[in-house]
């Protein structure tokens, strides 16, 4: 940068040392810069979680509320029902606990909801008209980004509401429908039109892309798998079907002994809607119990409601009587030598046991509703192949989140609709625009060991609260109780800000030779006088959160 | 949203001489933005005269006397004296001195201007050794340590120096150190607001980069280590009676602050054992004289 360098002056005099250019005596200089935090390279949406999380610090509940609405629309939701990989990777986590980020977004999401706060209107309009095929999450994300570009949004969904699986998929002791209803609304008043009801057939997509500027194609995993030891009977539903149904409060007969088949997610939700629908419940799984693929949380809170889960079993012949379905079981280990994503169960010899079921719910996995459209677009496994760019080999026609995807998480279709709308809004604009920059660089996350852990005193992390198991099982009240205002302060504050500036000016004051100075007008809010750094680095060491680093410099 | 808060007018220049990352010129900032232009510093030969100088050159908008390594007191006496004679009840007159050229060369002058209570500041930038002139130890280096004149470490402890100006019962003695630089300015303010009580003393820890072999970058950091092992606890006594803790031992283990610098690497585990218990020992005895709250 160009400093004013002051002359040593010609004849012997008195003076001071600002003359002098002790600058080049470094042999690497200090740089302010912006770098990734972990929680938001694991972030499936990319959310800029320490820039929301100071937001809070700061009491700025409004403006955290848009941070965060900025990268994910539905923050009440996932406030709820993410899977979180952002605590997974936070740095705190290796000092005293990860930063409660997964409450913290619950409370700030149900506050924008309390206050009635809504999203910024389109800056500008513009002609070209996207049609989105799907009302879920990976749906209605893609189409509030673009719709945020000023594009006009329709949303065809067959369902009477728009939500998919957090609608019709999730239970409500998880996910109240009010809270995503909430949600929804106020994507619909930002100008994007739902139209329920309005099932999307492969034969209309010609027509449509006609009409259309560009098509999104977002129609979940909606088919339930099966297994053919289980004969077609009223008393064996699918346990998708089972939700939706019981999610629309259906009155369901399902006798006094369940038998949920399943290990993962899902198998939890089928398992815990029926106890709550006053049945006795035992999920048979074929991973051992330790390993379910469903997470701990709901593992343990399906346990605490008196479900019983049998892990290493397997249902092999199905007998059906007047008295119910006589299931014959065996123990199985699952061979560790299969291929990963693969389970190959191997039998226990003389293991056999059997069981009774007044109804069996299968909940072993679902896959897109594909096959219909494979003579249209590429289709391998069930999925719909997509390009890193989410574009089909059709052009104008994208496809994204559980129809396009094995991740299925909520969070992951919510970013991939992100993506997948800057694609469609570079194609649309020919190549040039985007809906918004490509935050998450290639960057490494800024690692624990260039916090500097003195500034921030040991506090410990803070769980959601959950109500009593027997009170719990009686209805489907929401379990888990939000943060209170205290909670979320305290907890927010516990965020080291990873990478982030907060103009705490540490960097100043540690520089012994004062070579680092406030300059409001910059964006990194600080600059290194080049005449007199020495490049100790002490700026670098003292920023609490690793906001500077040591560039080498060759002279 | 800072964690310090510290005024500073610019007294100490840019460009001076220090070391990459040097704690003595992080301390003289704060020791001298805090007094002022209005002060008079004596400055006797040792890294801080480097730092202050290159003659004619001065890192310091203030004038400074550099005096003889014996003399710092007894220079400040006469200046002190000087500036009363002729009416000026403003100036600030502030000693800054190497450990060497206060516990050792410079002490009887020290002594007998405490016993006198003359009215001036005395800060000793303490760095546990004769590091200017090549790291040798002076009755300041830490018991083991390794300088350039105790090769197998130092046989001796450390010389108390905080309890016996203490013990000369002037209006102020304090301890500070660098990775505390808000400590370290107040404690400035309050010596200077005591002007015309007599003999201020404070004595700064100011870990040597190199003397000490620590990364050019780790000064305030080792700093706090020896305050959070309880190595160098920040305190302050008034008139040699009343005692404060600003920050002690948390019980961090001396390992954690021995291990990062060079200085100690010869250290067997008994030795670090040793060492352990006679900080523990400084500690409970200190921790006795501070008043109840
Ligand atoms: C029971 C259950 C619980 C889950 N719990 C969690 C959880 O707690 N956390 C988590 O992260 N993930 C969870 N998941 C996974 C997560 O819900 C999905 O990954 C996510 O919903 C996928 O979003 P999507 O928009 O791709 O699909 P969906 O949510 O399935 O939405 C697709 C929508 O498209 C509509 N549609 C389909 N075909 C057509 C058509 N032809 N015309 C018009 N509309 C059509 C459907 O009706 C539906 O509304 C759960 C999944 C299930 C099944
Ligand atoms: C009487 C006398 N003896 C020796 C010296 C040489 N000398 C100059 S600076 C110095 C070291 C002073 O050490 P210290 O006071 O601890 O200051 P530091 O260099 O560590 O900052 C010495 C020994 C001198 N100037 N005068
Ligand atoms: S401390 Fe804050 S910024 Fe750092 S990883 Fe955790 S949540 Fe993210
Ligand atoms: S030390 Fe503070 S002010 Fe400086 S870069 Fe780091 S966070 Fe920003
Ligand atoms: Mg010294």
Request: proline letters at 6%; aromatic letters at 8%; glycine letters at 8%.
């Amino acid at each position: 940068m160009p400093e004013v360098i002051k002359e040593v002056p010609p004849i012997w005099t008195t003076g001071w040392t600002d003359i002098l250019n002790t600058g080049t005596w470094r042999s690497a200089v200090p740089v302010h810069k912006k770098r990734p935090a972990p929680c938001h390279k694991a972030c499936p949406v990319e959310g800029e979680i320490p820039v929301w999380t100071q937001l809070v610090k700061a009491e700025k509940y409004q403006e955290a509320w848009l941070a965060l609405a900025a990268n994910n629309p539905f923050p009440a939701v996932t406030g709820r029902v993410c899977h979180h990989p952002c605590e997974g990777s936070c740095n705190r986590g290796e000092y005293d606990g990860a930063v409660a980020i997964n409450a913290l977004e619950h409370y700030v999401g149900d506050l924008a909801l309390q206050e009635g706060w809504s999203l910024p209107k389109p800056e500008k309009e513009r002609e070209q008209r996207v049609l989105v095929i799907g009302a879920g999450p990976a749906g209605l994300s893609c189409a509030y980004r673009l719709r945020l570009e000023g594009y006009q949004v329709t949303v065809f969904e067959e369902k009477p509401e728009a939500g998919g699986v957090l609608r019709y998929g999730i239970p409500q002791y998880r996910l109240p429908k009010a809270v995503l209803a909430g949600e929804i609304k106020r994507l619909q008043e930002l100008g994007i039109s739902i139209e329920t009801g309005r099932r999307f057939e492969s034969y209309e997509l010609e027509q449509y892309e006609q009409e259309y500027d560009a098509v999104f194609l977002a129609i979940g995993a909606g088919k339930a798998k099966s297994l053919p030891q289980f004969p077609s009977d009223k008393r064996v539903l699918n346990g998708l079907e089972f939700l939706a149904r019981a999610n629309q409060n259906d009155t369901i007969a399902l006798g006094q002994q369940v038998v949920v088949v399943g290990g993962g997610s899902v198998a939890m939700d089928v398992a815990r809607t029926a106890r709550r629908l006053g049945s006795y419940v035992t999920v048979l799984a074929l991973e051992d119990g330790e390993h379910l693929p469903a997470q701990t949380d709901e593992v343990t809170g399906a346990l605490e409601e008196g479900i019983a889960i049998t892990g290493g079993a397997m249902v092999q012949e199905v007998q059906s009587s007047e008295r119910g379905l006589g299931l014959a079981c065996v123990k199985v280990n699952l061979d560790p030598e299969a291929p990963p994503g693969v389970l190959k169960p191997v039998v226990v010899p003389g293991s056999e046991f059997s069981l009774i079921a007044d109804q069996v719910i299968l909940a072993i996995g679902q896959d897109p509703e594909t096959d219909v459209w494979n003579h249209l677009l590429p289709v391998k496994q069930t999925l719909f192949q997509i390009k890193p760019d989410f574009s089909t080999d059709r052009p104008g026609v994208f496809a994204g989140g559980d129809d396009a995807s094995a991740e299925r998480y909520v969070s992951s279709a919510i970013g991939q609709g992100k993506m997948a709308a800057r694609s469609i809004a570079r194609y649309l604009t020919g190549g040039s625009g985007s809906v918004d920059e490509e935050i998450v660089s290639l960057e490494e996350p800024v690692p624990f060991k260039d916090i500097n852990t003195f500034y921030f005193p040991s506090q410990s992390r803070d769980y959601k609260g959950t109500t009593a198991a027997e009170q719990r099982v009686r209805d489907f009240s929401e379990v888990k109780t939000g943060f209170s205002s205290d909670q979320a302060l305290a907890q927010a504050e516990r965020c080291f800000s990873c990478g982030s500036c907060i103009e705490c000016d540490n960097c100043f004051y540690f520089c012994p030779d004062m070579a680092v100075v406030k300059d409001a007008t910059l964006e990194e809010h600080y600059r290194i006088l080049d005449q007199y750094c020495k490049g100790c680095g002490s700026c670098v060491e003292e920023c609490p959160r690793g906001a500077v680093v040591l560039k080498e410099e060759s002279r | 949203m800072g964690y310090y808060n510290i005024q500073e007018e610019k007294v100490f220049n840019s460009g001076h001489a220090a070391c990459p990352g040097c704690s003595e010129a992080l301390a003289i900032r704060y020791i001298i933005n805090t007094l002022g232009p209005d002060s008079i510093g004596v400055v006797p030969p040792s890294c801080i005269a480097i730092i202050s100088g290159p003659q004619p050159l001065s890192s310091m908008r203030m004038p400074v006397y550099q005096t003889t390594l014996e003399a710092s007191a007894a220079s400040a006496t006469g200046i002190s004296r000087a500036l009363k004679a002729k009416g000026n009840d403003h100036t600030n007159v502030v000693v800054i001195a190497g450990d060497g050229g206060t516990y050792d060369i410079g002490f009887q002058s020290l002594s007998s201007a405490a016993e006198r209570n003359e009215d001036f500041i005395y800060v000793c930038l303490d760095n546990e050794g004769y590091m200017n002139t090549g790291a040798q130890k002076s009755s300041s280096t830490p018991y083991l340590a390794y300088t350039t004149s105790t090769p197998s470490g130092k046989p001796t402890p450390k010389k108390n120096l905080a309890e016996i100006m203490a013990a000369h019962r002037i209006p102020y003695v304090a301890t500070a150190t660098t990775g505390y630089p808000e400590d370290l300015a107040r404690k400035v303010a309050r010596a200077k607001e005591l002007k015309g009580t007599g003999l201020r003393f404070i004595l700064v820890l100011t870990p040597c980069l190199d003397g000490w072999g620590v990364a050019d970058h780790a000064g305030p950091k080792t700093s706090r280590l020896a305050v959070e092992t309880g190595v160098f606890p920040l305190y302050e006594v008034e008139y040699g009676e009343r005692y404060t803790l600003n920050f002690g031992s948390k019980g961090t283990p001396v390992q954690a602050y021995l291990s990062q610098q060079s200085r100690y690497k010869h250290l067997r585990p008994e030795q670090i054992q040793e060492i352990q218990s006679q900080v523990d020992a400084n500690w409970e005895r200190l921790r006795e004289r501070f008043s109840v709250p």
